[in-house]
């Protein structure tokens, strides 16, 4: 096919942004924004986490995004580009029609900082700013873009994840400690 890895290159600054650009053309190509909260399955995670999420819908109120649908599990693992800078997505299992691709642009620079930093995921959501991206930065509140994360990502773990009991504490724990400055 004459595509290899984004993970297995030398990511330089042209490749990097060029998966940033081709998210955010994807992103900024919807005229069409909806409440934060339309994205997320409350009923589940409130049933499953047996908590109530009131506080949370509040804090999201305010942040609107495009449905475009979202990968659900972007990083460069999943990027493949060929000579001619052509990119292709790959490993959609975790695809999701009522999402946004600002749920990906984010995740993968999450994913990017786990991996460097070898972390995991709601260790990155607590304890770092996670700024690299700076279409995000620069457009939104990161608390919110944070909460909003966290929770499509619990809710997208609970789904897919059979042995889940064991992560219900873990989600509590990480949601108990969120800032909802």
Request: charged letters at 25%; hydrophobic letters at 35%; proline letters at 1%.
């Amino acid at each position: 096919m004459g595509y290899s890895s984004l993970e297995g290159l030398n990511i330089d600054y042209k490749n990097n942004s060029l998966v940033s650009k081709q998210l955010v053309d994807i992103f900024s190509d919807c005229s069409d924004l909806y409440e934060a909260n339309h994205f997320i399955n409350y009923d589940l995670l409130e049933k499953k986490l047996s908590r109530d999420l009131k506080k949370f819908k509040k804090k999201l109120l305010s942040l609107k995004l495009p449905k475009t649908g979202a990968h659900g599990d972007l990083h460069d693992g999943n990027i493949i580009i060929n000579t001619n800078n052509d990119l292709k997505f790959i490993d959609w299992r975790n695809y999701r029609a009522n999402n946004s691709v600002l749920y990906d642009i984010f995740h993968r620079d999450v994913r990017t900082l786990c991996k460097n930093k070898n972390i995991s995921w709601t260790d990155a959501i607590l304890n770092y700013d996670i700024n690299e991206n700076n279409f995000i930065k620069n457009s939104y509140n990161l608390s919110c873009i944070k909460l909003f994360y966290s929770l499509i990502t619990i809710d997208l773990e609970l789904t897919l994840n059979k042995n889940q009991y064991f992560k219900l504490n873990k989600f509590n724990k990480l949601l108990d400690k969120i800032n909802l400055d």
